[in-house]
């Protein structure tokens, strides 16, 4: 048996389909989603842009979520402040490329900058942390997430840097030269409005980052970091430096949620501290979780998930209540949040591997059995 | 290049009021399959602990091919040469035989987060090594039919010979079992044995903790005893066995049976 | 010298809300390694049933602390209730997975509790009728008032309680043989489902009355309220040691005072760069120090075993 198919046996995910599916099948099957996605915008715009701008965010989070990924899924390090990350890389590219210090700089400039801040923050708050246990570790990211957010309101006296609970507004777009992002623009008959451009933009970064990841888990880091999640003092005993070895993690995917944070503030044009509370966190840590924790493919349905179904609560529950009860009884955005606290607990007591679950998570968290 | 391997002076290791160890010395030779026996709880796995760096002595110290170690952290010390397997079996369960074996692999490959990323010729390269030689070893210690079984759901002997397959990845000057052979029949403790022999005819010193009186007398060229905390005997096994000291703590009182055979 | 001692009474006032709250928390860590992030909910669901309960009798003749009291008799049992429902439904089942599942869950929990007290009592903030009659007492330049004084006096009568209950009582032996050992006070003949169940409950209750408290001191309630408390109780806990009783009454007092403190004077110390609108960022900071510094806390943990 050759040792290559063999390792797709355990390994699950992407590999385990693909023995599986006949090639021409296979084939098939991604051009199917390739050209969904191409078209989707044009398919969304039609409904109205909101949908796009949705579907943008929607990637953002897909984007974040795999940069938690990182520390939760692979590494296995609870990190309860991960939008901190997030908010240091959209405030970065604010203060880079708007008119509140009259600086702007290109984006290609800015981007990769606010990933190394991310980075830093990743390290520093990494550093002193990483070697406590399980909960005292989400509890420390979790403080830290909120002292971001309180310093991100507050410093606006006596020096003016975040502009306090007002925010950044008249956020640059991405320009190319003359080519800027958030113009609208006809090609070939078909209009690209400043959403759709965003779209593809992410979309093909998306990959990248898909691939990326894909790439980590099967390598020599990838397993380090899945001896570290076993057993942390066995992997040392196996000579892993565990302490670097999670704050590559940490630092990784403070980067990636650098990343995301600077698209977020081009695309959005307008950031404040209201978009990086708690319950963002939260909220990025169940796409992870509700996904499927470790698998990539996992984190990126629940993300996909979780960005979706509220809006369409949204736009089905409200007129929905207007024709039974003649009002919003309930909000749909408490609805939402009690759905969300809902699926939580219930995924974590019927299904705590997630909806795509990893083969190594599921395994973790099957019944012991009697050895 | 001198004899002794790794060579251990005036060791102590207190837990609060215990002095779990004291003042503990001995060499160990290369190519020498050394064996520590004692009573239970005479502090037999905390010097383990404290050679592998999981403990920090609190006097004295050792070292190791010539090199002091005493106050490294764990990797640093498996990075120096001296591999080990836990008393209690700590394999990576969920993950596969194969894999397990990989990750020791870990300490002597260098492939980092952008060689994965990027695919480059060396980290491919690597990689393929990495698992060739995985599979080698598992070979080796007879369980290459088991290679992409879940760890946790081998059967017991196993088990340990995968811990020992993966302590080998590492490509260990000095490989330190702790009791490899608990729980096993004597047909399997034959095997590991034999297993054994053949590692140290392929170069590796070995440091064993045992209970299988059997297994070190044919297998141990010398073992240090341990009562106490405090190292009573030191020699080849045979002479050991007849020293009254040792009868006595293994014994107690003043036994001057027949020795266990 | 006015504002310091002021400062400390306002922060001994804070503190022992913290500290009965705090204890909460750390009994619940101390028996099953679980952080009940939905415990401040608790504490908020304590104000607002409060909040109903003292709002209807306020129209009536009954002597404030009568109707402050019937306050607390209605909040206890709905928060036990509470406390009670979220240990049998939720963490029970979750006993033997590993930390992230039950943590995932007491999140979900404090969302969905958050939003149900907001369906029933509304998003806006809900003030107190002021029924209490304004008596204060000058004490050294310094001005405590008697709402204070009350809320200093049944901190420490609960805190009272529950070391008597703890220490002096088979339920107590009970309590702290299972969060030593579960396994083994199982093998004892100790009931370990009904006597978490019990720690979930008396933390309930306890975090009932201190809800009603910081109710009637702020004179506000909302359905928010509580994951800041939590958080600032469970740093308190920390502080003190967590699964440790007297550390958690300790560190919740500290932390009181150093907020009370930190408020009053980070103003003159930064020249007025920082100003007290920081003082939420000093519980988490004290959070962080202690754990990276000191991660068993003032008086040292007391967690068992983890089967």
Redesign the interface.
């Known amino acids: 048996m050759k040792?290559g198919a063999?390792?797709q046996?355990?390994r699950g995910g992407t590999r385990g389909v693909s023995i599986f599916a006949q090639a021409h099948a296979k084939w098939v099957g991604l051009a199917l989603i390739a050209v969904a996605l191409i078209g989707l915008p044009f398919a969304l715009a039609s409904v109205g842009t909101a949908w796009v701008r949705i579907a943008n965010l929607a990637i953002l989070f897909v984007f974040l979520s795999l940069g938690l990924n990182i520390v939760v899924g692979f590494a296995g390090l609870l990190d309860l402040g991960y939008i901190a990350f997030y908010a240091v890389g959209a405030y970065a590219y604010a203060l880079l490329a708007s008119p509140h210090f009259n600086l702007h700089l290109p984006f290609w400039v800015i981007l990769p900058m606010g990933a190394l801040v991310a980075c830093l923050f990743g390290v520093l708050l990494g550093a002193p942390t990483l070697k406590l246990r399980g909960d005292y570790l989400a509890i420390v990211t979790l403080g830290f997430g909120e002292i971001v957010r309180i310093f991100l309101n507050n410093l606006s006296q006596p020096v003016n840097i975040t502009n306090g609970p007002q925010g950044i507004s008249r956020i640059d777009p991405f320009r190319f030269g003359s080519f800027s992002f958030s113009q609208t623009e006809t090609l070939l008959g078909l209009v690209f409005s400043g959403p759709i451009k965003y779209y593809y933009l992410l979309l093909l970064l998306l990959l990248l980052v898909i691939v990326?990841n894909l790439?980590?888990q099967h390598?020599?880091?990838?397993?380090?970091w899945?001896?570290v999640r076993?057993?942390e003092?066995?992997?040392?005993?196996?000579?892993?430096?565990?302490t670097s070895i999670k704050l590559?993690a940490f630092a990784?995917g403070a980067s990636f949620g650098g990343v995301a944070g600077g698209m977020f503030a081009a695309i959005q044009g307008f950031i404040s501290p209201e978009s990086f509370v708690l319950v963002e966190s939260v909220m990025v840590l169940s796409m992870v979780v509700l996904g499927g924790m470790g698998n990539v493919w996992g984190v990126v349905l629940g993300a996909v998930l979780l960005s979706f179904v509220p809006e369409l609560l949204r736009y089905t529950v409200e007129p929905l209540q207007k024709s039974l009860f003649g009002r919003s009884v309930i909000e749909p955005e408490v609805i939402r949040m009690l759905l969300f606290g809902l699926a939580l607990v219930l995924m974590m007591l019927y299904r705590p591997a997630g909806l795509l679950p990893s083969v190594?998570r599921k395994?973790?968290l099957a019944k012991p059995?009697e050895? | 290049m001198s004899q002794a391997l790794l060579e251990c002076a005036a060791l102590d290791k207190r837990f609060g009021g215990v002095l779990a160890l004291a003042e503990v010395g001995f060499s160990i030779n290369r190519g020498e399959i050394y064996g520590l026996i004692g009573p239970n709880g005479a502090g037999k796995t905390t010097l383990f602990n404290a050679l592998?760096?999981?403990y920090a002595s609190d006097a004295g110290g050792f070292r190791f091919a010539g090199e002091a170690l005493s106050g490294l952290?764990?990797?640093q010390i498996?990075?120096r040469g001296i591999?080990?397997t836990?008393q209690n079996i700590?394999?990576?369960?969920?993950?596969?035989a194969?894999?397990n074996v990989?990750?020791?692999?870990?300490?002597?490959?260098r492939?980092?987060?952008f060689?994965?990323?990027l695919?480059t010729r060396a980290?491919l390269e690597?990689?393929a090594a990495?698992?060739?030689r995985a599979?080698e070893l598992l070979g080796y210690v007879g369980i290459a039919a088991r290679?992409?079984e879940?760890a946790?759901?081998l059967p017991?002997g196993d088990q340990r010979r995968l811990e020992i397959a993966?302590?080998l990845?590492?490509e260990p000057k000095l490989l330190a079992l702790d009791e490899p052979a608990a729980g096993m029949n004597a047909t399997e403790t034959l095997e590991l044995k034999k297993l054994l022999e053949r590692v140290r005819a392929d170069g590796i010193t070995i440091l064993l903790i045992e209970h299988d009186m059997k297994l070190v007398m044919g297998l141990c060229d010398r073992v240090l005893v341990l009562d106490y905390g405090r190292s009573i005997a030191e020699g080849p096994p045979r002479e050991v066995q007849r020293d009254p000291r040792v009868i006595e703590a293994y014994l107690g009182g003043a036994a001057a049976g027949a020795s266990t055979a | 010298m006015d504002i310091f001692l002021q400062q400390i009474i306002n922060g001994l006032t804070l503190g022992s809300v913290y500290a009965v709250v705090a204890l909460g928390y750390t009994m619940v860590y101390g028996i099953i390694q679980l952080i009940n992030f939905a415990h401040g909910e608790v504490v908020m669901i304590g104000a607002m049933v409060a909040f109903s309960v003292i709002t209807a009798l306020a129209g009536t003749a009954l002597p404030p602390v009568l109707i402050v009291f019937a306050g607390i008799l209605a909040a206890v049992p709905v928060c036990m209730l509470v406390g009670y429902a979220m240990e049998r439904i939720a963490y029970r089942p979750l006993r033997g997975a590993p930390r992230l599942a039950p943590l995932i869950t007491a999140i979900g929990i404090s969302i969905i509790l958050q939003h149900l007290a907001l369906l029933v009592w509304s998003r806006n903030p809900l003030a107190f009728p002021q029924i209490i009659p304004l008596a204060s007492f000058e004490v050294g330049g310094a001005i405590i008032t008697g709402v204070q004084i009350a809320i200093i006096l049944t901190s420490v009568l609960m805190m009272g309680g529950l070391t008597l209950m703890v220490y002096r009582t088979k339920l107590g032996i009970a309590m702290r043989a299972t969060s030593q050992n579960p396994q083994v006070a199982g093998l004892m003949g100790i009931d370990i489902d009904r006597i978490i169940a019990f720690t979930f409950i008396v933390g309930a209750a306890l975090g009932a009355v201190a809800g009603v408290m910081v109710g009637t001191y702020y004179g506000i309630a909302h359905y928010s309220m509580g994951s800041l408390l939590g958080m600032k109780a469970f740093s308190a806990a920390v502080l003190g040691g967590i699964g440790n009783l007297a550390g958690a009454m300790l560190g919740g007092i500290l932390l009181g005072i150093v907020e009370a403190l930190a408020a009053g004077y980070i103003g003159d110390l930064t020249n007025n760069v920082f100003g007290s609108n920081y003082q939420d960022v000093f519980a988490f900071l004290v959070l962080i120090a202690v754990l990276v510094f000191r991660p068993s806390g003032l008086l040292g943990e007391r967690v068992g075993d983890r089967a």
């Open positions: 040792p063999a390792k046996g355990t990326v790439r980590l390598s020599r880091i990838g397993r380090a899945e001896a076993e057993d003092i066995a992997a040392r005993a196996m000579g892993i430096d565990t590559l990784m190594v395994r973790e059995e050895m | 592998t760096g999981i952290r764990p990797d498996a990075a591999a080990r836990f700590r394999l990576f369960g969920n993950l596969s194969l894999d990989m990750i020791g692999r870990h300490v002597r490959t492939t980092g987060v060689g994965a990323v695919r980290a690597e990689e990495i698992e060739k599979l290679a992409n879940v946790r759901q017991y993966r302590a990845a590492t």
